[in-house]
């Protein structure tokens, strides 16, 4: 098994402990009637008006979510990481750029509404020196900005891709499709060094996996911890799957959890992500963040104070998703 170079107390830990890491980190089945949904039911409501869409999409969340109540796990809810936590106590690590955790956020561009604000969303988290990761859809209804994208790269922000279209069937598909829609897209892209994908609406697959080992992807992002909606990998860290030859990064949680699928008010988001990073802290973990342009877009100054509660911790360090990775695999200089 690889190691993060960073982290090898944690995995001795994890491998003493005999927490199952691997079988943690596998790829989830999808219920039939989930996979039925996302293959042929989203493609026919991704045509509908934008009122349908919306009615049929707050049906279906009071249907997952009765109460409506936000349900997160925090990472200490686990008993897995409570074992990790407990071993680490008196350790006083710092594994992370010389800092006890790390905060990645980063942006899907899901839509048109998303790219529109995707180059106000990148100035603000210039002018509060945040590196972050921006998941882009190569076709889907906008279309690509070059002059944004060479202005991202050359502030240091992170490329990565979000699909060709935002397909929640996509792992579903036939590999034939898969193949060529993800060949299309690194072709589309091919100006940019393209190393991470995050799944659209986190559909994953085995055969999703086999073919971004294929494409010799460096990293996926579409295994997730905090909702409880999804299979949960519970272990803030980057994982090496052998089997694909390549890492995994789990992403902690996502705006959609607070505001479209409750309706959350602000101060108890920043507390929840507050105490999010301080677990992530006891753990020396990795936070991953994803917020979407589209949604920030009605919300800028809910963005600026997310910012601003993230960076009151001296603890911690910012990096891009491919930064976490390349220092995990001991390019510690890649700053
Ligand atoms: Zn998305």
Not at 17 to 31: A, D, H, K, N, R
Not at 68 to 96: M, T, V
Not at 151 to 175: C, N, V
Not at 258 to 264: G, H, I, K, Q, V
Request: charged content about 25%; some cysteine; aromatic content about 12%.
């Amino acid at each position: 098994m690889i190691v993060p170079v960073n982290l090898h107390k944690h995995y001795e830990i994890i491998e003493e402990e005999g927490i199952p890491i691997s079988s943690l980190f596998q790829v989830p089945s999808t219920p039939v009637m989930e996979k039925f949904i996302r293959k042929y039911g989203a493609p026919i409501v991704s045509k509908m008006p934008t009122k349908t869409r919306y009615f049929l999409t707050n049906s279906i969340k009071k249907c997952r979510n009765p109460s409506g109540k936000l349900i997160l796990n925090y990472p200490l809810d686990f008993p897995e990481c409570q074992i990790i936590a407990e071993k680490l106590k008196d350790q006083n690590l710092r594994p992370w750029w010389n800092k006890k955790a790390v905060i990645c956020v980063c942006h899907d561009v899901d839509n048109n509404e998303g790219a529109k604000f995707a180059p106000t969303i990148a100035d603000m988290d210039y002018r509060y020196k945040l590196p972050t990761t921006f998941n882009f859809l190569t076709h889907d209804n906008y279309s690509l900005d070059s002059t944004l994208l060479r202005s991202l790269i050359k502030r240091g922000f992170e490329i990565g891709l979000h699909g060709y279209t935002h397909d929640q069937g996509f792992a579903f598909r036939h590999p034939k499709i898969m193949r060529k829609e993800i060949d299309q897209a690194l072709e589309v892209l091919k100006e940019v060094d393209i190393v991470g994908y995050r799944s659209p609406a986190l559909c994953s697959s085995e055969l999703l996996f086999k073919i971004l080992s294929e494409r010799k992807f460096l990293y996926d992002s579409s295994l997730q911890i905090a909702s409880s909606f999804y299979h949960s990998v519970k272990i803030p860290y980057p994982y090496y799957m052998g089997k694909y030859d390549f890492w995994e990064l789990p992403l902690m949680v996502q705006d959609d959890n607070y505001l479209r699928d409750t309706n959350t008010p602000e101060k108890i988001i920043l507390n929840s992500i507050r105490r999010f990073i301080n677990e992530i802290i006891v753990l020396n973990g990795v936070f991953i963040i994803n917020m979407h342009p589209h949604l920030m877009a009605k919300c800028q100054q809910f963005y600026e104070n997310f910012i601003q509660t993230i960076k009151e911790f001296d603890d911690v360090a910012f990096a891009t998703m491919k930064e976490v990775i390349k220092y995990a695999q001991g390019n510690i200089n890649n700053r």
